[in-house]
């Protein structure tokens, strides 16, 4: 029984290059979440997405930050030319349909801009 | 005001002690609430998750709520040394489904 996966577990990036996050929800669920911890700060959320569908992405950046679920394959977060600021926590969680259903995270992606 | 508040702590408490964690919300609409544990550097785990009001109890976990006044609290029992961790306190409103996260509070337990 296979949890919320995500990788990679550490990514690298330099100022101005892309990086790119997946994550493959639990089996059977089908809403997927993502959230950034910043150093020292709490988890803040991003985005929420279903099959197809970005539901709310009310705490997305602007700029630079987007994402997306395909019909199939692992649901990505992408962020284009990366700066310093957006070295973070990434964390994916994953929920089965029912509203207020709990939501369970992966690992997480750790992404250092250097 | 913040949304979901948390004493940031350090909360110390002796092994075998209570340990007790509080938690509190803005919004009324608040439907469902979560308690998450998080040790340094990895994922938040859920530990106890509560929807009405009243008390819950999981082994050594207890939470409350409290929807008139807005609180719910996580009290751990026997408090050994492997939970000594960050408590962090969810909230989710209904129709809106993603989590609204106090900054946790870090607790420790003295051998």
């Known amino acids: 029984n296979a949890g919320v996966m995500q990788n990679p577990r550490h990514l690298v990036r330099r100022r101005g290059q892309e990086a790119r996050l997946r994550c493959s929800p639990m089996?059977?669920?089908?809403?997927v979440y993502w959230y950034r911890q910043l150093p020292e700060e709490g988890l803040k959320f991003m985005v929420y997405?279903?099959?197809?569908?970005?539901?709310?992405e009310s705490g997305m950046p602007k700029e630079r930050f987007s994402a997306e679920f395909p019909k199939e394959g692992p649901s990505i977060l992408r962020i284009q030319q990366v700066v310093r600021g957006d070295s973070a926590a990434y964390f994916c969680?994953?929920?089965?349909?029912?509203?207020?259903?709990?939501?369970?995270f992966g690992p997480g992606t750790r992404l250092l801009v250097l | 005001q913040k949304e979901v508040e948390q004493n940031s702590g350090p909360l110390s408490v002796p092994e075998g002690a209570i340990a007790s964690l509080n938690c509190t919300y803005s919004?009324?609409?608040?439907?469902?609430f979560f308690w998450y544990r998080q040790y340094s550097g990895k994922s938040p785990e859920l530990i106890m998750s509560?929807?009405?009001?009243g008390d819950k109890e999981d082994g050594r976990f207890t939470a409350q709520l409290n929807k008139a006044s807005q609180y719910v609290s996580l009290l751990i029992r026997d408090s050994q040394p492997s939970d000594s961790a960050t408590y962090l306190c969810?909230?989710?409103?209904?129709?809106?489904?993603?989590?609204?996260f106090g900054t946790g509070t870090r607790l420790t337990i003295i051998p």
């Open positions: 969680a994953s929920s089965r349909m029912a509203p207020g259903e709990t939501q369970y």
């Open positions: 089996k059977g669920h089908s809403h």
């Open positions: 997405l279903q099959k197809e569908n970005i539901i709310d």
């Open positions: 919004d009324r609409g608040s439907q469902s």
């Open positions: 509560i929807y009405s009001n």
């Open positions: 969810a909230v989710t409103n209904f129709g809106n489904e993603k989590l609204t």
